[in-house]
């Protein structure tokens, strides 16, 4: 796949530019971001993605305005707004808990934000009642805000946020109070709603599943730092570090010995002896150790022969498909994703000798 | 399910202890309010049913005008308390934590543990010298003295509900466009209204009820019903004053039902 071309300053919506926050002076100072920078395009769905305290909800607090950064620049296309309070920013945010104001209906919820701006009583129906089409709670508009559900409560506070039309909407972690089905749904909707507005969506979570079927692309954040930006296919398939790939699906890692590298491409040889070729990091030319990852899903059990041999350990059946626990030879576990069909097992039972085939090209070696 | 060996609430002398504890709080008010409907003179020997003392005590020109100052005392001292004390509460819970923020919930506080009569003799003094200078002698200093000792009253409720306030309330309406004085009108004050009324009718309530302070800082013809009701038992006593005693429990009673049935809604 090709680099993604350059984009010109002018398609940038949010610039944070070496954002640095710390909480606290002297030697009990908490660097909660550590010289941060990403650029999210216009239009785009961008994720911030890692664990909790990873700093990815302070960045979102920050370009909604209620953290001021300790060093760093944020731009909105263009324009320093570093130094604004929250209301004097055209972004919107959805809260984790919704924050929907409680001695508020429904319908004046959603018409706050168009109150504050001063917008013209006929505008604000005509909006309001627009927006509540799009998010299907039209019928509920004179409600309380204390008797609707959890997921009627999660499209106010969406149709709240978008009402004003900002130009970036933040969602903070919007979905994990919604039960899994629900959730499945909202995801669907949020993306239908970021294409029909139009507007930049920052998403903030911890759910690597969500982050992955929802962005466009994705910031991996790891201890107040950026890891890895991407699109979802770049940070499943070509994660940059040991905690993207951990922290995105499930891997196996693999200490290989470096043998060679032919046209950007390595030649490692594995613990069972065996070599095979693994792609490498553009410009990243280790020697002797290396780590070598191979996603579950590229690889394949296999009765006789394969690249690496072992014993089966534990079957985990998922539904759709089965994890096969491989205790390899040399010591460490090896994990197989193998799809389920209707007519055969998985072909393998606890305690059997198998071998492991990997798929060319799947193998690649990591940055450490 | 199997008898627990040990109940708390199954205590030898319990039933005993709590019956006299009531008896205690409960029989003399229940005595001195039933004399107030005694048709004799006398405080002790029953001369019938009549609603004789409370007409007494409604057209006695003397209790008029100790209610109706206690009134204008009570609603001055619990509004400006209960203005005061939101703001201080506002102060401090909407701030990030600092060093010093715990002295000044104390200092805040501290006047509901300095003993009332200290208050008093420190009040008397510092007035007497200012009614010197100034030659005023309104009812301003009884009105200032109960707003002092009323602020802690009215800050507890009106900080605690602001401390239970989700503040990504006050965040949302920020985010929406709202600077800081529409968040504060929007949401904030809408939100803060049980506790705000919840405050003021604990300090008007303490202020009506407030006999020590009063005493000491009163000028001459300055009686408060507490402070009149306080004089005329020096006197000879009239079952008016059992009366009068019976209004004013009525009418506490009364606020502090209100206030609870506020403060149980949307709590």
Redesign the interface.
């Known amino acids: 796949m090709p680099e993604p071309s350059p984009v010109p300053d002018a398609r940038i919506a949010v610039d944070c530019h070496g954002i640095v926050k710390q909480f606290g002076e002297g030697p009990r100072a908490l660097r909660a971001l550590d010289n941060v920078s990403v650029a999210i395009r216009e239009n785009e769905f961008f994720t911030l993605l890692g664990p909790s305290g990873c700093g990815k909800t302070t960045l979102l607090r920050m370009i909604?305005?209620?953290e001021y950064p300790t060093e760093g620049t944020i731009r909105l296309h263009g324009e320093d707004i570093a130094g604004l309070?929250?209301?004097?920013r055209p972004?919107?945010?959805v809260?984790?808990?919704y924050?929907?104001?409680?001695?508020l209906t429904v319908w004046e919820n959603v018409a706050?934000?168009l109150q504050?701006?001063g917008w013209a009583k006929g505008k604000i129906e005509a909006r309001v009642a627009e927006m509540l089409k799009l998010v299907h709670m039209e019928e509920l508009a004179q409600r309380r805000t204390d008797q609707i559900s959890g997921g009627q409560a999660q499209r106010v506070a969406l149709a709240?946020?978008l009402a004003?039309a900002p130009k970036v909407l933040l969602l903070d972690e919007p979905l994990s109070a919604l039960d899994y089905k629900l959730r499945k749904e909202m995801q669907i909707e949020l993306k239908r709603m970021q294409s029909e507005t139009g507007i930049t969506f920052i998403f903030v979570t911890h759910d690597q599943e969500e982050a992955l079927t929802m962005s466009d692309r994705i910031a991996v954040m790891s201890k107040g730092r950026v890891l890895q930006v991407g699109t979802p296919w770049d940070i499943y398939d070509k994660p940059a570090e040991r905690f993207v790939a951990d922290f995105i699906g499930e891997t196996n890692f693999l200490s290989a010995a470096m043998v060679g590298i032919e046209e950007g491409v390595a030649r490692v040889r594995l613990p069972s002896g065996i070599e095979i070729s693994a792609s490498l990091a553009e410009g990243y030319r280790p020697a002797g150790e290396a780590t070598v990852v191979v996603r579950p899903e590229h690889a394949r059990m296999v009765t006789t022969g394969g690249q690496l041999s072992g014993v089966v350990e534990n079957i985990v059946y998922f539904g759709t498909d089965t994890h096969i626990h491989v205790k390899l030879d040399q010591g460490s576990t090896f994990m197989v994703r193998q799809q389920n069909s209707r007519s055969k097992s998985c072909g393998a039972s606890v305690g059997d000798r198998v071998g492991i085939d990997i798929a060319p090209d799947a193998a690649q070696v990591l940055r450490d | 399910m199997a008898k627990p060996r040990f109940d708390i609430r199954v205590q030898p002398g319990f039933g005993t202890v709590a019956l006299f504890t009531f008896a205690m709080l409960y029989l003399p008010i229940a005595t001195l309010v039933v004399y107030a409907f005694n048709a004799s003179d006398s405080l002790s020997s029953w001369g019938g049913f009549s609603l004789h003392w409370f007409y007494e005590a409604a057209e006695n020109q003397a209790v008029q005008d100790a209610a109706w100052r206690s009134l204008i005392i009570a609603v001055s001292a619990a509004t400006m308390a209960t203005i005061a004390a939101t703001m201080a509460a506002l102060a401090t819970t909407r701030t990030p934590p600092y060093p010093g923020l715990s002295f000044k919930y104390a200092f805040i506080n501290l006047p509901l543990m300095v003993p009332e009569i200290v208050t008093a003799v420190a009040l008397l003094i510092v007035f007497a010298k200012v009614k010197v200078w100034t030659g005023y002698s309104g009812l301003g200093y009884l009105i200032l003295a109960h707003t002092a000792f009323c602020i802690p009253f009215a800050y507890l409720p009106i900080r605690a509900r602001l401390e239970g306030m989700?503040q990504?309330?006050e965040?949302?309406?920020?985010?929406?466009?709202?600077?800081p004085w529409?968040v504060f009108r929007?949401?904030t004050l809408?939100?803060l209204r049980p506790g705000i009324i919840a405050g003021f009718m604990l300090a008007f309530v303490i202020s009506l009820d407030d006999v020590v302070i009063s005493e000491f800082v009163k000028s001459g013809g300055q009686d408060t019903l507490p402070t009149y009701m306080l004089g005329q038992l020096r006197r000879a006593v009239t079952p008016e004053i059992n009366a009068i005693a019976a209004a004013f429990l009525v009418l506490s009673v009364a606020l502090v039902t209100v206030f609870f049935f506020i403060n149980r809604k949307k709590a």
């Open positions: 909604a305005g209620f309070p929250p209301f004097k972004i919107n945010t809260f984790q808990s924050a929907l104001f409680p001695h706050f934000g504050m701006l709240r946020a004003p | 989700d990504s309330l965040r949302a309406a920020a985010d929406l466009y709202a600077p529409q929007r949401v809408p939100l």
